[in-house]
């Protein structure tokens, strides 16, 4: 609406967004929130285990460092820059969304710049002050409390931003309770904390086992010991994670469970759906079998055994965020914008003016039979092209064919028939909100993409074209008529006063 569109249409808008969040609540989660205090709580252990007189056990120290120089790099790279990548994508594909959330909640994402900047410059402290701090045992004690501290800052951004996911999820309280407090306080932000503290910890704890069985001998000791330590670690929390798994499932409103089939996958997947479920089960069964045996038998273990359980419990956590992400449409702000970016509360005045009137980069605002393609053009950019493309991923086209058969031509009656309705049977999907003559335009476009096969191309690449009604010259002609009218008002009313 006020801001021109982005569009990407091989890969889809949402999907470029969606890659770059999952890489990064992976890393941050399974390699911030859940490694470091692994990491900080093995350390711990060579200090302890350690003969008196000396500071801690040299050769344990040197694995686990090697471990947190793992995730050091990763963290400090593509951790770091697709923190940042989440907002770019973000606002470029979804501008109203972000920037009204991040007027109401400005202290949150402030308070997390702040607090990101301090985990970033802790973790360069941590790691790179690691051998120094070898050097006196003071030095060493100091450096696990350092180790701590890092483990606790790397929590609260994740509890920070967690506020907005709840707050997005939790239907109609923008309108009563736009709030940074209501973040805090809505009912999906604890379970969801509670669900991605412990799988953080899960996750942190397998990816911890997997270096094990990559940096170690095999039959040595020091594997031993470490697989041992790794094994009570994911056994302590996948009870704690299917606990969190269930209480956030159950607080999930019952509006929005009602799209909880198709948010697995698309339609198609439906019948994969109870697959998924022996996923989610198979991902906590398979940790524990790997906490057991690394527990029990830790010299007959592999890295070909962990690889598998380990990528099974990041997709478990992918496949949680894939959820959340679809049960709130047609929302992305709930019960106040819809994912299509426009506002409820302004249907109505799009159903009567049309959307295009109210757009402010469009070039077509009377649909006229010369027009009607490019109207029709801008009427899926504004309405549609959030969820779907023209030629790539969730392409409008198919969706159709899919409907109405594969290879046959689309009929415009039936199209414009099936639009105003869409949102009944597919309630993910926001209502049409455009008049009649823009539903004809937006069918007659949608068969014209499937005669000729053309894709569309977002403002990144064709620039941006003004609403006529919004232009100079016509802004400047909208005042000349209106001066006009008022100077032959008060013409007419000094003619009066002098008949008078
Ligand atoms: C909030 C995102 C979103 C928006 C906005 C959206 N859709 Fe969809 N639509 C979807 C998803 C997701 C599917 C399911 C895709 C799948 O199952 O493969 C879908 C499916 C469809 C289908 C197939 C339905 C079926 O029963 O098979 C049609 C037709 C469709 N959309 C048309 C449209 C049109 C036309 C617009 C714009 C006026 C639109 N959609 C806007 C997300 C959206």
Known sequence: MDFPMFHLDWLNNRFLIAVIAIIHVIINHGLAVGFIPYITWLEQKGVLNSPKDQITDFKWDELIYKKMKVAFIITTTIGAMTGVGIWFSASLVSPASIGSLIRVFYWAWFTEW?????????????????????????????????????????????????????????????????????????????????FRTPTAMLIGGMFGVLLTVIFTKKGSEIRET???????????????????AVYYWNVMPEAMKANMSTAVGTMEFEQYYNLLKYFIIAAASLSIIIAVWALVKPKTLHFSHVILPFLFVIGFLGFFERVREFIRKPYIIGN?????????????????????????YTSVTEITSENKLIAGRDVFMNTCSRCHTVKGVNSITYVFERMYGFGKPLDEATVAGYIPGMHKGRTYMPPFPGNREELKALASYIKHLQQTGESLEGVQSTGVSINPENSAESVAKQIEKIQKEEAAKKKAKEIQLTQN
């Open 114 to 194: 702040l607090v990101f900047v301090t985990e970033v410059v802790l973790i360069l402290i941590y790691f790179l002050t690691w051998k120094n701090s070898n050097k006196s045992l003071k030095a060493k004690l100091r450096h696990v409390r350092f180790g701590w501290f890092l483990a606790g800052f790397s929590w609260i951004t994740m509890a920070i931003i967690v506020s907005i996911l709840g707050f997005m999820m939790d239907p109609g309280n923008w309108n009563t309770n736009p709030t940074l407090a209501n973040g805090f306080t809505n009912p999906i932000y604890l379970p969801q904390l509670l």
């Open 226 to 244: 470490a697989l041992k330590f790794g094994g009570k670690w994911i056994l302590v929390c996948v009870p704690f994670v299917i606990m969190g």
């Open 336 to 360: 106040y914008m819809y994912s299509n970016l426009l506002r409820e509360e302004d249907y109505p005045l799009y159903k009567k003016d049309g959307i295009l009137k109210h757009t402010t």
